[in-house]
Structures are given as C-alpha cells and as structure tokens.
Nanobody, 126 residues
Framework: QVQLVESGGGLVQVGGSLRLSCAASGRTFKSYPMGWFRQAPGKEREFVASISYSGASTSYADSVKGRFTITRDNAKITMYLQMNSLKPADTAVYYC???????????????????WGQGTQVTVSS
C-alpha cells in the first residue's frame, strides 16, 4: 500500500509563493516518476508538473511554466512543488501522484498514475 501525504498549501496573495511537499511511503519511491495535478471548483483535474524517477527530466503545463518548479529528494522520499508568482487562476486543490510504471520518464495523463494523495488547498487572493 502506497501512501502520499501533501502539505504546504494555504492562503497567499497574488504574486506570492508557496512550497508544496509530498511525503511518500510504502513503495520504492526512487524508482517511480511522480506528478502534481490540481482541481479547481467546477473544473476537471488537470496536469501541473511531473518528474522522472531520477529527477533528471521534468515537464510542466504551459500555464505554470516559468513559475513552478518540481523537484524530488529520493533520500528524503519527498517531492516538492515550488510555486512562485501565484495568480488567482492557480487556486485549486493540489494532488501529488505516483506513476504506475517504474523507471519511466515524465507523463502528463492522470490515468498513468495509480496512487494519489488526499490533496492540499491552495488559495490565491487578489
């Protein structure tokens, strides 16, 4: 059983920054690519960023490119999402997810991920 626990969400003003963390347990974390997704009220869950199992490759949604940075620390079994220059449109529940296939690269589709965290709320006020 894999457990993913997000933290670091909260309320921030436009232009501010937050750092989300995703702590993993129950599977060989360092062998699996990971991703961040988000879901705003009334909208479908959307891809935000992903990182390969080694951390060497990353992918971003166009809407966050240049503002968000995904990283991972395999020694600490934790993934991060540094979010800068936040906008009201970034308001959503953010989920971390573990890819179902080990030793892979970055993937953008939610169906490629088989374990999900419970989510953490990010609210950007204007």
């Amino acid at each position: 059983q894999v457990q993913l626990v997000e933290s670091g969400g909260g309320l921030v003003q436009v232009g501010g920054s937050l750092r989300l963390s995703c702590a993993a347990s129950g599977r060989t974390f360092k062998s699996y690519p990971m991703g961040w997704f988000r879901q705003a009220p009334g909208k479908e869950r959307e891809f935000v960023a992903s990182i390969s199992y080694s951390g060497a490759s990353t992918s971003y949604a166009d809407s966050v490119k240049g503002r968000f940075t995904i990283t991972r620390d395999n020694a600490k079994i934790t993934m991060y999402l540094q979010m800068n220059s936040l906008k009201p449109a970034d308001t959503a529940v953010y989920y971390c997810a573990a890819d179902r296939t080990p030793y892979g690269g970055t993937r953008l589709r939610a169906y490629n991920y088989d374990y999900w965290g419970q989510g953490t709320q990010v609210t950007v006020s204007s």
